[in-house]
Each structure stands twice: as C-alpha cells, then as structure tokens.
C-alpha cells in the first residue's frame, strides 16, 4: 500500500533557500506573505492533503463516477472532502481579494498544488478547472460577469470548466462547430456538442461555470473565428441567488484508464443562454488565459505524481528482501538483503528523486516569474513574462513526461507487485499518462516552443532563459567546490544554444525539420533548465552545510545533484544528435508503407 507525507523540508528549502521566497513581502500585494504566514499554510495544505484527500485516492479509483438521470456522481467520500477543503479556504488561495480571494503569491500556489497532485490528481481537478476558468474570466470577463460569478468560484460553492474538444476537433481547434446565436437581450444561445470536458458535470458544487467555444454566425473560418462563453448549469439572476436549469446537459461520462474519480463529460448544449467573454471572434486569446495557467498546472499533475511514485518506491525498496548485495551481504542476519541495496534499484530511485526535486525547483522558477509580474520596475516585469511564456510549454512538457517515467520507474521498483491494483503503484502509473496527452499534447507543446516560443519578438523570449544562465556559468566557472556541477551544466547548455541554432536555421529552410526537432529540443532544453537548477541547489547546500545544521539533509541534495549531473544529463548528448541528424528520414518514409 502507498502512503504519503507532503516533503515539506524540501518545499521550504526550494522556497526559502533557492526562490528567495522571503522576499515576497516586498512586492505590492504581497505585504502579508512572509515566512510566518507561508510555513503555517503549507502545514495544513500537508494536513487535509495527507489526511482528507490521500485516503480518498484508492478508494476513488475503485469506485469512479457514475451518471444517473443525467446527474453525475463523485465517488464515495468526495462530497465531504470538498467541503472540508472549501472550508479550509482552499480555493480562494491565489485568487483577488477583489473576489473574496487571499491573493497568495504562485510560488505558494504551486507547492500545496503539487501535494493536491500527490494525495489525490483525481480530486485535484476539480478545483484545478475552477482555478483556470477563474484566471480567464478575471482577465477578460465584463465587470457584471465578473461581479456574478467570481465571488461564488473562489468560495468555491461553484465550479468551472473548459469546454473546448468535439469529437472532430482536438488539436485543431479552427475545425469546432459549436454555434452561438446573439439574442436581443445581449446574451446568446450556445448549440452543439462538447466531449472530454473535464468536471463537466459532479455533485461538488451547486452550479458549474462552462467556459465554451463557439462560432458566431458571421464567424470568419478557422481559428480567427472562434469566440468564448459563458454558460452555467444554473441561470443566475440579479442578486446572485440560482435560477431555473440552463439548456446545459451531460450526455455520458467516459470509461478512461486513469483519473477515474475525476468525471470526464460529453456535454451537450441545446439552445443554452450564453454570455460573451472578451471581444468577438477573439476568444482563443482569452482561452489561451485558462490554457497556459492549466499547463503550468499540469505539468505540475506530473510533478505531483513523480514525487508521490519515488515515496512508494523508496519505502518498499527498504523493506523487500531479495538477494544479496553484489558487494557482500549487508543485512546478514536477515535472510536476504533489501533491494535498496542493488545498483539498479538506486539508479531507478536516485532518477526518480532527481527528477521530482529538479521539477519541483523548476516549477517554483516559473512560479517566481509569475510572482514579479507584479514588480514595480516594468523591465522586471517583461522579463518574467518572457520567461513564463518561454518555458510553459516545458514545465507542461517535460513535468508530466518525467511524471510517467517516474510511476513507471517505481512499478519497476515494485517488481510483479507494482503491477498489481491493491498495491497502489499502478494507478500513479495509470492517473500520470493523461498529462501528456491533454491540454495539448506534449507534441503540441513542442511545437509551440520551436515554433512561436523561439521566434517570438526576434528571440527575446529566449534570452529570459538563455542570459541568466550564462552570466550564472560564467560568474562559477573559477568555483572549484562547484566545478562538478558547473562544467556538466556548461556543455549541456553549449548543446543547447548549437540546437536552437540548428532548429531555427533548419526551419527557416524547411518547416517540417523545426517539427521534426521539436520533441527532443524541448527535452534537451527541460534537462538543462534542471541542470542549471541542481547546479544552483548544490551551490546554496554546499554553502549552508559549512553552518552544521541540518547536514544530512544538504548531504543528500548534494549527492542527488551529482546523480543527475552524472548520470541523467548526459541524455542530452544524445538529443543533441538526433536534432542535428536532422528529420529526413522520416519525411522521405513513403506514406503507402507504413
Ligand atoms: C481525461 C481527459 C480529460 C480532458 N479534459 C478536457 C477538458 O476539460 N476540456 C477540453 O476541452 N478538452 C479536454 N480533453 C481533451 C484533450 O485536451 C484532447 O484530447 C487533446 O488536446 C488532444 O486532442 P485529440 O484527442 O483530439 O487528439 P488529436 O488532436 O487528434 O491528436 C492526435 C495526435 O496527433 C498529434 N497532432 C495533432 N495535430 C498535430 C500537429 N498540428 N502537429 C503535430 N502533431 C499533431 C497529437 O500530438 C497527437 O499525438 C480531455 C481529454 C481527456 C482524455
């Protein structure tokens, strides 16, 4: 059986001690969020996620959702955990005071979001969505719209969703059909049919806010006219009190291999009242809102589950005995050594741990960045922005790659008994592969950052990344004590600077060879972008080891790193090859023979 315990030290170290997160009073909006108010709040985001939702991850797995008259289930015991999490003031955490929010720095955010992910990714959707839905609207809804629906999404007595698939239009959202009528009123009348909307339909909330997609009969074709909407389940009148059921329905909920207590809904919208978000025909900007704050999300859903995966693994490796050591028995008395002992049980556990630690270091930067935009000095600001909007696709990306690979590392860990549904593995393995896939894929993802990312305003998006990180190489390159992590990181980033030469040069002459390199560039700049975190986590635990406290735990973040600069980033040596070698031979693959 698994267990869980939120790594709190861990979190504070990445906070505190790499993030500088004890500055963030300084930043206006902030004033109250000093270290005595944020290690408070993560202990008891670790209390109801280790003892409310955790308990509910088996059990909600087992059970699923089920669709009854239209109305859709929760499994057992989820009713109540919402309302203690809702209690807690959970779904306020980030969100304006302006709507009843506490208006939490992200960096924050993103710590209690990752053990969300660990204890229960299922559960953590729900209000995941409502987070997304709220973003967007914030940022583009009118003021009514705001004043209405705002205030019950961050109580969190309603929900939200995102209402964007249709059985012909995944990725390619120029091809949706869903049509929005303009009624005399101002308001208008959705039609058409949505599948995979996530929480589309639960018995959480007393109502749920869609955010649609739809064409306005004037719409231009493609993605150019495409407008955003408004829907609830429930009509809301005037003073906030619900009205009568909107033309909103759940036709069927799908039968999926993972995340199955989280309710994943054909909708169907039959003439339903609809309000226009932002401008005509301009709603993939305002969406695109909900999207890149959901895929920062998501590639946290990975994190989450790599970290959890590495906690089942490395309890089980200590306590299953089979063999003996290659070295020499080191548990004589008992009848077999634990598997910790083998070489390649620590090479699956010391990947999975580098990776969950360098995850959570990356998504705290991005986290960080976020956190500035709310800096005085507008040249701050653009520089977060252009580092948030650059590795977006990489934390959505490379989080929930390494997500898979760490669940499936720890069913490898487990043996015959990782395999087996009571043991719980198995279903990190099962709930982590729907990251890759939704909220665009991680191939999207890919070609998102060749292919808008890199090019962006004359590659200045690139230089938020690429400037930090070489003026950071060139100040250690004399530090002896670093020199192990510093050199490694250097080659690894030289890679990286030659590949994005290569992809840009190459796609200028030949798109289908930017897409060809996508994949693995966005992998090759993911491991250097850990590299350089695990290079700048050694330098803070080196130094912080001089004091004597707390020893074994720099100790271990030392030995960690060396791992990682060891034997995880020399992958990069091999991407770097595949993208040069270019993408002609699978171009010039006859189409007839596969
Ligand atoms: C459990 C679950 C929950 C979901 N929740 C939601 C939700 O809440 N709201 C919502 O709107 N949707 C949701 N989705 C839908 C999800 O976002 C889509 O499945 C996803 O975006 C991919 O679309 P698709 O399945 O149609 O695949 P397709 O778009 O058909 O893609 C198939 C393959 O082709 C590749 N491909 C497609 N186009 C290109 C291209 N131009 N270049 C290169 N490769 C390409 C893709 O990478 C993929 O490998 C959910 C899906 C699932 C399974």
Redesign the pocket.
């Known amino acids: 059986m698994m267990s869980y315990k939120a790594p709190l030290r861990d979190m504070r170290f990445v906070l505190f001690e790499l993030m500088g997160a004890g500055e963030l009073a300084s930043l206006p909006g902030y004033e109250d969020f000093t270290r005595d108010l944020i290690d408070p709040v993560l202990e008891q985001g670790a209390k109801i996620c280790e003892e409310v939702l955790f308990p509910l991850n088996r059990s909600g797995d087992e059970e699923g959702c089920t669709l009854e008259n239209g109305l859709v289930r929760t499994p057992k015991g989820f009713q109540e955990a919402y309302r203690i999490y809702c209690e807690g003031g959970w779904p306020s955490l980030a969100c304006d005071p302006e709507f009843g929010g506490q208006g939490a720095p992200h960096m924050l955010g993103v710590m209690i979001e990752e053990m969300m992910c660990s204890a229960n990714l299922s559960f953590g959707l729900y209000p995941g969505?409502t987070q997304g839905a709220y973003v967007c609207l914030s940022g583009y809804g009118s003021d009514e719209l705001k004043r209405i629906y705002l205030p019950k999404m961050v109580e969190g007595v309603w929900s939200g969703?995102?209402?964007?698939?249709e059985p012909h239009?995944?990725?390619?959202l120029g091809l949706l059909r869903t049509r929005a009528k303009p009624q005399a009123d101002g308001s208008y009348r959705l039609s058409g049919s949505?599948?995979?909307?996530?929480?589309?339909e639960h018995d959480l909330t007393e109502n749920i806010v869609h955010l649609v997609?739809a064409r306005l009969p004037d719409a231009p074709k493609g993605v150019k006219g495409i407008s955003l909407f408004l829907c609830p389940k429930y009509l809301v009148h005037e003073d906030g009190s619900l009205g009568a059921r909107n033309g909103v329905s759940c036709g069927s909920i799908?039968h999926?291999m993972g995340?199955k207590a989280?309710a994943?809904c054909v909708m169907n919208f039959d003439e339903a009242t609809a309000f226009l978000i932002g401008e005509p025909h301009k709603g993939l900007r305002a969406m695109f809102a909900m999207m890149n704050a959901e895929r920062l999300a998501v590639g946290v859903q990975g994190l989450g589950v790599a970290e959890a995966a590495y906690q089942g693994a490395a309890a089980y490796a200590r306590e299953r005995l089979q063999g003996r050591s290659l070295s020499g028995a080191k548990h004589p008395e008992k009848p077999a050594d634990p598997i910790i002992v083998h070489p390649d049980v620590r090479r699956m556990l010391l990947t999975q741990r580098a990776y969950a630690e360098g995850c959570r270091a990356l998504a705290a930067l991005a986290a960080k960045q976020l956190d500035l935009g709310r800096h005085s000095d507008p040249a701050v600001r653009r520089d977060a922005e252009d580092f948030v909007a650059l590795v977006t696709p990489i934390v959505k990306a490379l989080l929930t790659d390494l997500g898979t690979e760490c669940a499936n590392l720890g069913m490898q860990i487990m043996g015959g008994h990782g395999y087996i549904r009571e043991n719980g593995m198995e279903q990190y393995v099962r709930d982590a592969r729907?990251a890759q896939?939704?909220?665009?894929?991680?191939?999207?993802q890919a070609?998102d950052l060749v292919g808008r990312k890199l090019p962006a305003h004359a590659g200045r998006l690139l230089r938020a990344f690429f400037h930090p990180v070489s003026a950071y190489i060139e100040a250690k390159a004399g530090d002896k004590e670093l020199a192990e992590f510093v050199q490694p990181l250097a080659k690894s980033f030289q890679r990286l600077q030659q590949a994005t030469a290569q992809v840009a040069r190459a796609g200028m002459r030949d798109p289908d060879e930017a897409?060809a390199a996508a994949s693995e560039y966005l992998r090759l700049f993911g491991l250097t972008a850990l590299a350089y975190l695990w290079t700048r986590m050694a330098e803070v635990s080196l130094a912080a080891r001089q004091t004597g406290e707390d020893e074994k735990f720099y100790a271990a973040k030392i030995a960690t790193g060396r791992f990682y600069m060891q034997r995880v980033l020399p992958q990069t040596s091999g991407l770097f090859s595949s993208i040069m070698a270019g993408g002609r031979t699978m171009m010039a693959f006859d189409e007839a023979a596969f």
């Open positions: 969505l969703t995102m209402c964007l698939t239009c995944g990725t390619d949505k599948m995979f909307i996530s929480a589309g997609l799908e999926k995340i989280s994943t729907i896939i939704y909220e665009g894929t991680n191939g999207v070609l897409g």
